[in-house]
Nanobody
Framework: QVQVVESGGGLVQAGESLRLSCAAS????????MGWYRQAPGKQRDLVAT???????VYADFVKGRFTISRDNAKNTVYLQMNSLKPEDTAVYYC???????????????WGKGTQVTVSS
């Protein structure tokens, strides 16, 4: 019913930038929050940043001042601009969308399959 697809990951050197994109599609009536999470090998999945449909944002302390989340509501798309990347930012980055579909009648979280970000030193 709902597909969430991330793109934009890759291999970069420390100090460089990447921009991730995530598009939600399907039988969507409304999307509340959209967000980015990341999971490094052997670690738990952590919140990176979230944004509501009204533009309110929340950032993890470890990305404040370096990452910026933004959103295009008309395209059901969320972006994550990542600057000054560090080797410790290496992880699989997952997108999450809080969606009401024409079938569900309530908000449900949908996850993408993730995109790999690798930062070399």
């Amino acid at each position: 019913q709902v597909q969430v697809v991330e793109s934009g990951g890759g291999l970069v050197q420390a100090g460089e930038s990447l921009r991730l994109s995530c598009a939600a599609s399907g039988t969507i009536l409304s999307i509340n929050s959209m967000g980015w999470y990341r999971q490094a090998p052997g670690k738990q999945r952590d919140l990176v940043a979230t944004i509501t449909s009204g533009g309110s944002t929340v950032y993890a302390d470890f990305v404040k001042g370096r990452f910026t989340i933004s959103r295009d509501n008309a395209k059901n798309t969320v972006y994550l601009q990542m600057n000054s990347l560090k080797p410790e930012d290496t992880a699989v980055y997952y997108c999450n969308a809080d969606v009401v579909t024409i079938y569900s009648g309530r908000y449900l979280f949908y996850w993408g399959k993730g995109t790999q970000v690798t930062v070399s030193s």
